[in-house]
């Protein structure tokens, strides 16, 4: 019985170049439905969650539900497992960033309580109590149940996995930058497997 985090596969999106907070706003809304990167490849150690017994899941974003397709045919997308949105208030800054760095900046802004109309801290700590009883309650069938998440809400689940008894990693692996990086961390017993950075959750 185990419980898989998975990031999405890199998205195809440019985010080396530099914009104006008004242009990081178009930016961010094309991101919500961007596809895969065509030079994305499903890594090697996609093997090791194919068992039969598994429930796949992933957010309703299309970089969510195309990677998860790597994993399974047959899956369940589910707004639940949605990333957060970003805080974008009406200002005006006469800089230009990197998308990532404004990103940072939001979540900033964000966690500081300026929510501009998304949802709040508190909500989300909610929808993720919800995303993780949801997760358990699959896992309790004594299936491998593997989410296809999202960076930043993926912390807020992991966090909720620990509160109810579940042993991982208290901050999961952000990075999608390499291949390996992109997947899986298997959220869990504490066991690290170097060759796939992958770490798996057991309930207690």
């Not at 994305?40 to 974003?61: G, H, Q, R, Y």
Request: glycine letters at 4%; a positive charge.
């Amino acid at each position: 019985m185990r419980i898989t985090l998975l990031r999405h596969g890199k998205p195809n999106c440019d985010r080396n170049k530099w914009l104006r907070f008004s242009q990081f706003k178009q930016w961010i809304e094309a991101y919500k439905n961007v596809d895969l990167d065509e030079s994305f490849i499903f890594p090697s150690s996609f093997e090791t969650l194919t068992s039969i017994n598994k429930a796949v899941f992933s957010s309703d974003l299309p970089r969510s539900i195309q990677t998860a397709k790597g994993l399974s045919p047959v899956l369940v997308s589910n707004s639940i497992f949605r990333e957060v949105d970003f805080s974008l208030p009406k200002i005006f800054l006469p800089i230009r960033l990197r998308p990532m760095m404004w990103m940072t900046l939001c979540r900033i802004i964000w966690i500081l309580g300026f929510h501009c109309q998304v949802e709040s801290v508190y909500n989300t700590k909610e929808r993720a109590q919800r995303a993780a009883d949801l997760l358990i309650y699959n896992a309790l069938k004594k299936m491998d149940v593997i989410l296809v998440g999202h960076g930043f809400f993926n912390l807020f689940i992991a966090t909720e996995l620990r509160k109810k008894g579940w042993k991982g990693p208290l901050i999961p692996n952000f990075g999608f930058s390499k291949g390996s990086s992109y997947f899986p961390y298997l959220l869990g017993s504490q066991s690290v497997d170097q060759t796939n950075n992958s770490t798996e959750y057991k309930v207690n």
